[in-house]
């Protein structure tokens, strides 16, 4: 992945810190680390996201984060998550892909998905890069998609705020366009919130008209996994 998320990353290494702790997890499966390996990051996130519930910013990263699972059942949910992750890195080698926890978060900047400063209409880059992003979604359809609209700092908070929620409708609303059932897809507005550059450039609100997506493990996926976990 380009980016490796450092609550993920703290959940690893806390639970790292208890194989090398505990002599009777060195002689267990595979599959019993990752029961613990999930179980710790189950803990670590859950910490996390009360730390942040309430808080605008991260919106995607709260979203992929709050519906932890954990043990073995969370290990195998995050091997699917795996795969998928990696299926958009190379459907959208622009786009900036970090897999958090159970789940995937995507950003999908200027040179992928981006809008005209004070429009929400798909530009043909945006289009052209949704119809890749739409063809891993439907060869995956086991996840819930949380779209996540953004402007720039320029104009009124309230107009901000609608803006964006417009934005994120209209990638809702195209990629059902192209089959990915509506149900799976919900759409919000976050206005000016969290920018990822700078508003004092024309460059930097360019980056930060944007959307987020936030790609979770839907509740066949989860009770297959469960399914599968208590085999072992």
Do not use: W
């Not at 990353?9 to 790292?16: D, F, I, Q, R, V």
């Not at 945006?126 to 891993?136: E, G, H, M, P, R």
Request: some cysteine; hydrophobic content about 40%; charged content about 20%.
């Amino acid at each position: 992945m380009k980016k490796v998320s450092a609550y993920a990353l703290s959940a690893t290494l806390l639970a790292g810190t208890l194989f090398t702790s505990c002599t009777s997890v060195k002689n267990a499966s595979n599959t019993q680390k990752a029961a613990v390996v999930g179980a710790t990051a189950g803990a670590v996130l859950g910490g996390v996201l009360g730390n942040n519930v309430g808080s605008k910013n991260n919106s995607a990263l709260g979203a992929v984060l709050g519906g932890v699972i954990g043990g073995t059942a969370g290990a195998i949910v995050g091997k699917n998550m795996d795969k998928q992750a990696q299926e958009i890195e190379t459907a959208l080698p622009g786009a900036q892909v970090e897999r958090v926890g159970e789940g995937i978060k995507v950003v999908l900047n200027e040179n992928t998905v981006n809008f005209n400063f004070d429009s929400a209409e798909l530009t043909q880059t945006a289009t052209s890069n949704l119809d890749k992003i739409a063809k891993v979604f439907k060869q995956n359809p086991r996840t819930y998609i949380v779209i996540y609209g953004y402007t720039d700092s320029v104009g009124k908070d309230e107009y901000n705020m609608k803006l964006s929620r417009s934005r994120a409708n209209a990638v809702k609303s195209y990629l059902g366009s192209k089959g990915i059932g509506v149900k799976r897809i919900s759409a919000q507005g976050m206005g000016e919130a969290d920018p990822i550059a700078t508003n004092d450039t024309k460059e930097g609100q360019a980056k930060n008209r944007r959307v987020e997506f936030g790609i979770m493990a839907d509740q066949d996926m989860i009770e297959d996994a469960r399914k599968e976990a208590a085999r072992y």
